[in-house]
């Protein structure tokens, strides 16, 4: 069943579990994330960035989510990730995705708050949720999105956002990294908490690659509903990938795409299960 944040994120804070959110780029990574929420009996977000629309058209991403939701019974959000173009939200949700990231973070607040409220209206007029973000995260290593200085959320400013955008999800920035961290994570909770005091909608780390155990868990005990994760499961997938078309006997093409869905599923997977149990 295809659904939205607002539909499946509220419980999860009440809670405290998250659901993990993957990015996807092609149809294997699409089947992968998927196929993994079926085989875990977890709800799966499938999240294609703005970033990949030289990979895919939004409609043909949503094609491929709603015919593959259509044999499996798990609640599939496909939603749209950071995308800065009102245009390309609009798009998106006309292909039928349920759910967008409005990203107007490099704004200043009031911009941001002035734009992403026109685009809250608009997407719940149809029924779709809404993520917007406050802040910028920093850029690790082996990321594919742009680079950023790190500016932590304001918990006062994240209040009043909330409360004139109507957003379903807020993403802060609290130490995580866009990628592979260069050094120890240096994750502040007590921001988040700041945050999590101020604001009861559901709330979205992003950044998730590589990001130890221990502090997923804390970020999900204090509020911390859905957590993205892109970069991990492509070094990872490249990583083996490599090393099947390195050896003697190279692969069929056919047969390299369903070790990229089993290579997918491999991280998925792991994350899938540390998000749920808290
Ligand atoms: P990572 O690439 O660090 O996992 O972050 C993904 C993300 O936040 C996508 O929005």
Redesign the pocket.
């Known amino acids: 069943m295809m659904t939205n944040l607002a539909a499946v994120l509220p419980k999860a804070r009440q809670e405290h579990y998250a659901i993990g959110?993957f990015?996807v780029y092609n149809y294997e990574t699409i089947r992968g994330v998927i196929e993994s929420g079926q085989e875990m009996n977890l709800p799966a977000i499938v999240?294609f960035?703005e970033n990949y629309l030289v990979n895919m058209d939004v409609s043909d991403v949503a094609g491929i989510v709603k015919a593959m939701t259509a044999r499996h019974d798990i609640p599939v959000v496909l939603h749209l990730?950071?995308c800065k173009s009102y245009d390309h939200i609009v798009q998106a949700i006309r292909a039928g995705f349920t759910s967008v990231?409005f990203d107007a973070s490099h704004l200043p607040f009031e911009e941001n708050l002035r734009q992403t409220r026109e685009v809250t209206r608009m997407a719940h007029a149809v029924g779709v949720s809404v993520e917007a973000e406050l802040g910028a995260?920093a850029k690790?290593e082996h990321?594919?999105?742009e680079d950023a200085e790190q500016i932590y959320t304001d918990p006062t400013q994240a209040a009043r956002f909330v409360r004139e955008t109507d957003v379903d999800a807020l993403a802060v920035s609290i130490g995580?990294?866009?990628?592979?961290y260069k050094g120890t994570p240096k994750v502040d909770t007590g921001v988040l908490k700041a945050i999590a005091a101020e604001v009861d909608i559901p709330l979205v780390l992003?950044?998730?690659?590589?990001t130890p155990e221990e502090i997923v868990r804390e970020c999900i005990r204090l509020g911390i509903s859905k957590i993205?994760?892109?970069?991990?499961?492509s070094m990872y997938a490249v990583e083996q990938m490599s090393a099947l078309v390195s050896g003697a006997k190279k692969p069929h093409l056919s047969q390299l795409s369903l070790s990229e869905v089993s290579y997918v599923k491999d991280v998925v997977k792991k994350y899938m299960s540390m998000f749920a149990n808290v």
């Open positions: 959110s990015n999240a960035g990730d950071h990231m995260l690790g990321s594919n999105e995580t990294v866009h990628g592979m992003h950044g998730g690659s590589g993205n994760v892109n970069t991990e499961i």
